[in-house]
């Protein structure tokens, strides 16, 4: 049996990666499948009989570099132990990569849970909002940043170099959706194996409901309270263009982060009504299950976990159309989801006392999107884990870098 390890060496489960790695590597070992998963902590939650868990702790205060060197040869060590034919990473942390694929001889799979290259956009956010902070960091922003991200483009050419030599160093790259699998084939044009290394490999939510309970007028925020990449910020803005045509619905936070506080204030500050800040829950379920939408104000969005998780419950998600993933879940428009031209708040706003006014259209379309998360659940996403599994293990002219 060909035995699959999946090497998260980052606090696990951590964020929306950590926790689709966790899913995937449960719903793989429940189908017969020999998996092991490798992480720098044991999961709190228990896992299933029989699932084997390797711990690969860290070493508070070293270097990521320095982290990394050490742990290789434990890394061989084991692989050779466990015989490991196949190494799924779902992220850029370890670098020696090349390094253990020649010592074990397993083949090396790099899946990518986000857009390409959205490294760039959450640095340049970053910094654009840290500018504001103090005059020092407005300085830096203006004859440091604005030169290095928008005129020599250096950080997006190191971002660029980063992706092809993890292309090159590895035997298969996944992405999340056939568009992203396009963006890269374009940017790497130039080297001859990227068509044969880069596979699609959607994300997965789990069925939790069999029965929905009926939906409140409520509009649910749910995610990482943080401003570069989430914004709530935004929805704050569009709350504030709107409650006063929907007076009977609120508007829940759901999550916790480093902006929670500022973001509450804000809220405070313009008198907002029948605003709520939940915190961080661990079950999600029950109130995205009441809710009858789901807002997204993001700046990068990937694949959104939570809009497969909301589409399951019946919960009708509002995004701005940020990347061919979010697009690939919510098209067509209207049917399975409402996208807003990025970064619209007047748009947005339309769009969303258009739904919350029409009973109707909100009804067809929790239908709809619970039939559009059923091509999009764990099984299905196993079933293209194991295929690309099958042609790894048995095709012999799988490139080779």
Not at 198 to 211: I, K, R
Not at 284 to 290: A, D, G, K, N
Not at 314 to 326: K, Q, R, W
Request: glycine share 6%.
């Amino acid at each position: 049996m060909t035995t699959i390890a999946f090497l998260f060496l980052i606090e696990f489960p951590g964020g929306g990666t950590g926790r689709i790695c966790q899913d995937i590597v449960k719903t793989l070992h429940n189908r017969g499948n020999h998996v092991i998963l490798y992480c720098d902590n044991l999961p709190e939650h228990p896992l299933p009989e029989g699932l084997k868990c390797v711990q690969m702790p860290r070493i508070a205060g070293q270097k990521g570099r320095v982290r990394d060197k050490e742990m290789l040869p434990k890394l061989i060590a084991s692989f050779k132990e466990q015989q490991v034919d196949i190494c799924f990473m779902p992220h850029f942390y370890y670098r020696y990569t090349k390094e253990l694929r020649a010592a074990t001889g397993c083949k090396i799979v790099f899946s990518l849970h986000s857009q390409p290259f959205w490294e760039i956009v959450s640095k340049m956010s970053l910094q654009k909002a840290r500018a504001w902070e103090n005059p020092w960091r407005m300085m830096k922003w203006m004859f440091h940043d604005v030169w290095r991200f928008y005129i020599l483009k250096s950080y997006q050419k190191k971002q660029h170099r980063r992706y092809l030599q993890r292309l090159q160093e590895t035997d298969a790259f996944t992405v999340l959706c056939e568009g992203y699998r396009q963006e890269l084939l374009a940017y790497f044009a130039s080297y001859d194996e990227a068509e044969k290394k880069l596979y699609v490999l959607h994300n997965g939510s789990e069925p939790t409901l069999s029965t929905l309970p009926q939906k409140k007028k409520r509009i649910v925020f749910v995610g990482r309270l943080e401003y570069p990449d989430k914004r709530p910020d935004r929805m704050l803005k569009i709350w504030e263009k709107v409650h006063i045509q929907l007076p009977d619905w609120e508007l829940h936070f759901i999550g916790d982060g480093n902006y929670g506080h500022r973001l509450k204030a804000t809220a405070q500050a313009l008198q907002l009504p029948r605003v709520q800040f939940a915190g961080y829950q661990e079950d999600v379920v029950t109130p995205m299950s009441e809710a009858s939408m789901l807002c997204l104000t993001s700046s990068i969005e990937g694949w959104g976990l939570v809009i497969g998780e909301a589409q399951m419950l019946g919960t009708i998600p509002l995004a701005f159309d940020v990347s061919a993933g979010v697009r690939e879940q919510m098209l067509p428009q209207w049917e399975n989801g409402v996208l807003i031209p990025p970064f619209d708040l007047e748009a947005y706003a339309d769009a969303l006392v258009k739904l919350a006014q029409d009973e109707e259209l909100r009804q067809q379309m929790s239908l709809n999107v619970r039939q559009q998360a059923k091509r999009f659940s764990l099984e299905a996403a196993a079933e293209e884990y194991e295929v690309l599994i099958k042609q790894l293990v048995r095709d012999s002219s799988f490139p080779q870098s």
